[in-house]
């Protein structure tokens, strides 16, 4: 079974710049989720997708950040303008019921430096 | 809100020594409790997952215990080795939804 897949897995930007990640979950997984993982610290969820559907966004800095989930499978966060404060691991994770008893699956993150 | 604190941040133990990891939680009305191992430029391995039902979970040298009315896990490691050298986090989920609430992580360290 594949895992989940991360796209790019480096990207070194300017602030004020935008940037864009990808995440293809794994096959039948209904729930999607974006983790921020800053240096030292453990991940924060930014949103969470049920199907194509968000379940939370509460964490999400939404006047720069944005998620979507077309037809319920791939995803894609978007970072426009990228400030400082932005340079992170960003982990996508998936799970395959909206039940906390299933564990969640991560994908090997994209780091991304804004400078 | 919950919060979920590691102690320590970082241990560096000798090979073949047995060593706990510890993991506090402010809300103890929780689902369950995971245990991840994350590497270096890689994404988290779940290791264990404990049901709030339950006391304690095994897996090979691992055993995960859970003490819910004090809001404490511990994570114990038999005869730890140098592969067992990662970042140990925990999380906790804040509603059936899923949502994983993560500790700060303990960087463990196994020397030859």
């Known amino acids: 079974e594949a895992g989940v897949a991360q796209s790019p897995r480096y990207k070194i930007i300017e602030k004020r710049q935008s940037v864009a990640f990808w995440c293809n979950p794994i096959s039948g997984h209904a729930t999607l989720y974006w983790y921020q993982q800053i240096l030292g610290q453990g991940p924060k969820l930014l949103i969470q997708f049920q199907n194509n559907g968000v379940v939370d966004d509460s964490q999400l800095p939404k006047d720069r950040f944005s998620a979507e989930r077309l037809k319920g499978v791939d995803s894609t966060l978007k970072i426009q303008p990228a400030k400082l404060e932005d340079s992170a691991v960003y982990l996508c994770?998936?799970?395959?019921?909206?039940?906390?008893?299933?564990?969640?699956?991560f994908g090997p993150g994209t780091r991304l430096l804004v400078l | 809100k919950q919060e979920v604190t590691q102690i320590p941040a970082a241990l560096s133990v000798p090979e073949g020594e047995n060593l706990v990891l510890n993991c506090s939680f402010t809300?103890?009305?929780?689902?369950?409790l995971q245990w991840f191992r994350q590497d270096p430029g890689k994404g988290l391995t779940s290791l264990l997952l404990i049901q709030s039902s339950q006391r304690e979970q095994t897996s090979g040298r691992l055993n995960a215990s859970l003490d819910k009315s004090s809001g404490r896990s511990t994570l114990y490691i038999a005869a730890s080795q140098p592969g067992d050298s990662a970042t140990y986090l925990c999380?906790?989920?804040?509603?059936?939804?899923?949502?994983?609430?993560f500790g700060q992580g303990t960087i463990l360290t196994v020397h030859p």
């Open positions: 809300d103890s009305a929780i689902y369950n």
């Open positions: 994770a998936s799970s395959p019921n909206r039940g906390s008893v299933k564990t969640q699956y």
């Open positions: 999380a906790v989920p804040g509603t059936s939804y899923g949502k994983l609430t």
